[in-house]
């Protein structure tokens, strides 16, 4: 998802087809758009944002760590992925979003 200058508080979908969310955000599960490819042309599934989320667990900045410590992300469907908030909260569920 990314921000519109001229829209605050509007996200706009960049892989994402749809997302449906826990009335208390503590969960959220998005739909990719069976369209959404990488550079090289391979579709984009669950997997890769699963196996991304737990690459920037793992090995990116210590503070992606510290602010995601908990939460989960898990492919449920080859292009659903259900992410479950360790603190919910809509502030941390769009952050998740723009990335």
């Known amino acids: 998802f990314t921000t519109s200058d001229d ?3 509007s996200y706009y979908p960049l892989i994402a087809e749809s997302a449906r969310y826990a009335d208390d955000y503590s969960w959220v599960e998005v739909a990719i758009n069976p369209l959404a490819r990488f550079h090289d042309g391979s579709p984009i599934t669950a997997r ?3 196996f991304t989320f737990q690459k920037f667990m793992t090995e990116g900045v210590p503070q992606f760590r510290l602010v995601y410590k908990g939460t989960t992300v898990k492919a449920i469907a080859p292009l659903t992925v259900r992410i479950e908030l360790a603190k919910p909260g809509k502030e941390d569920m769009l952050s998740l979003f723009s990335l």
């Open 7 to 9: 829209e605050p508080g």
């Open 48 to 50: 890769d944002v699963e």
